[in-house]
């Protein structure tokens, strides 16, 4: 899914400083976004490893993309502890 949604913006994402909307929102569909979040609420219900290993893979292909994840992840860590 990186390299067939998330890479081919990869350079246009950088030249422009925006975000690819087409790689967010095919990361949204693959439930990216719900990594941490516990079943109950929809989510898939991983830990921070599986998290973390999402990431790194986005990053391959788009670092860009693989920050706002990682800043979503670490808003939706947040939002669980308290």
């Known amino acids: 899914m990186v390299e067939e949604s ?4 990869a ?7 925006t975000s690819s909307v ?4 095919a990361l949204r569909d693959v ?7 516990p079943r109950r609420f929809g989510g898939l219900g991983l830990d921070d490893r599986a998290a ?5 893979r986005v ?3 788009c670092a ?3 920050a706002v994840l990682m ?12």
Do not use: I
Request: proline share 2%; hydrophobic share 50%.
């Open 52 to 56: 973390a290993l999402v990431v790194e």
């Open 71 to 82: 800043f979503h992840y670490q808003v939706v860590r947040r939002t669980l502890a308290h």
């Open 11 to 17: 350079e246009a994402v950088d030249r422009n400083a």
């Open 22 to 25: 087409t790689a967010l929102d």
């Open 59 to 61: 990053a391959r292909g």
């Open 31 to 37: 439930g990216a976004f719900g990594v941490q979040v």
């Open 6 to 9: 998330v890479a081919p913006h």
């Open 64 to 66: 860009s993309t693989a």
